[in-house]
């Protein structure tokens, strides 16, 4: 039982990563354009993220924890080195300033577990093929729902006194910039939701996870599992919710700096286009249960919203370095899991 409890909280300590992780992704445009203060701004997003659980629906959990790996060969062991392949590559990229994909990192982490343990038939595709589908689609919707947005923006200020416009969207970003945290909380606080529900639903004994899964479970919900549903108990919701939100708290400014700054220079409307475009995004993603990443779509509408003033203010090497980030994403995080499962297994085990 200590072990899955402890993964239960490496589980835990991943989200709050995710948090840390990605909160330049919620934050990087309201204080690079000076509408909050960091420690305002953190603040602010990281309510969104934990509110998110009253407005979403747990579909991308249900997508993580049966479509990316056969759930029957789900053990404790797959578990830890999923996790420790998405931890490790999380705070490499950290390190490097990089915005790369915490969720992504968590699906490489669980396909590379998933091959050494039972080679491709551990593979549920056609979730993978959707998830790898939305690497392409989330940063180019990102991109020209903000320029649309822009468009229409622009337009409709453009007779307007400049200081004007630029006090009206100062305020216009607390709006955006909330739904956009939202959107974050409601699609990526469910990636871990859906770990710890396939920890607590998966092939396990009940000697090792039965009283765990008893007091995490509401008897409802234990007569739901009983009949082969995948659900995700609300108590899970919780805390997946509150990590995700402390670890926004705690920010991650080195990539705060790159998506705010080093991408392209953004004003208070140019902020409200790409928070808009990107919430939009996450909603439509959390609706139809995908798991997408909030870093690939903040940076195609901040790419979408400097491209569309003129090509020039955007700085395309930064840009190229990020989007080779994403590429390497799943297969760096499946290698790392693979190593870790291979250790657990024939050295520990």
């Known amino acids: 039982m200590a072990w899955i409890l402890f993964l239960i909280i490496l589980a835990l300590f991943f989200d709050y990563l995710n948090g840390f992780h990605d909160a330049a992704n919620s934050v990087a445009t309201v204080v690079s354009t ?9 603040a602010w997003a990281a309510f969104f993220n934990f509110v998110a659980f009253l407005i979403f629906h747990t579909g991308v959990a249900k997508t993580i924890g049966s479509g990316i790996v056969d759930i029957h060969l789900v053990d404790a062991n797959l578990v830890f080195a999923a996790l420790v392949g998405a931890c490790g590559w999380n705070l490499i990229t950290w390190w490097w300033g990089l915005p790369s994909s915490s969720s992504h990192a968590l699906i490489g982490g669980l396909i590379g577990a998933g091959l050494v343990k039972g080679g491709f038939s551990a593979l549920v595709m056609g979730g993978i093929l959707k998830t790898v589908l939305f690497i392409f689609l989330s940063p180019l919707l990102g991109l020209l729902l903000s320029m649309l947005i822009g468009v229409l923006v622009f337009n409709l200020c453009r007779s307007f006194n400049p200081y004007k416009v ?13 739904a956009y945290s939202l959107g974050h909380g409601g699609n990526d606080a469910q990636k871990t939701m859906g770990i710890i529900s396939m920890l607590l639903l998966g092939g396990l004994t009940g000697s090792e996870v039965g009283p765990i899964r008893d007091f995490l479970l509401t008897h409802h919900e234990m007569e739901l599992a009983a009949q082969g549903q995948f659900i995700v108990p609300l108590s899970v919701v919780l805390l997946c919710q509150g990590a995700i939100a402390m670890g926004t708290l705690s920010g991650g400014w080195k990539i705060v700096k790159t998506m705010g700054q080093k991408i392209t220079r953004l004003r208070p409307v140019d902020g409200f286009c790409a928070e808009s475009a990107s919430s939009i995004s996450l909603f439509i993603a959390s609706v139809l249960g995908v798991p997408v990443s909030t870093t690939h779509t903040i940076t195609g509408a901040i790419v979408g919203i400097g491209s569309l003033r003129r090509l020039s203010c955007v700085r395309w090497s930064v840009a190229n370095r990020i989007v080779w980030a994403w590429f390497i994403t799943i297969p760096a995080a499946g290698l790392i899991s693979a190593a870790g499962y291979i250790l657990k297994v024939f050295l520990f085990d």
């Open 166 to 178: 630029d006090h009206f969207f100062r305020k216009g970003q607390l709006v955006s910039a909330a």
């Open 34 to 42: 000076r509408v909050l203060s960091p420690k305002v701004a953190v």
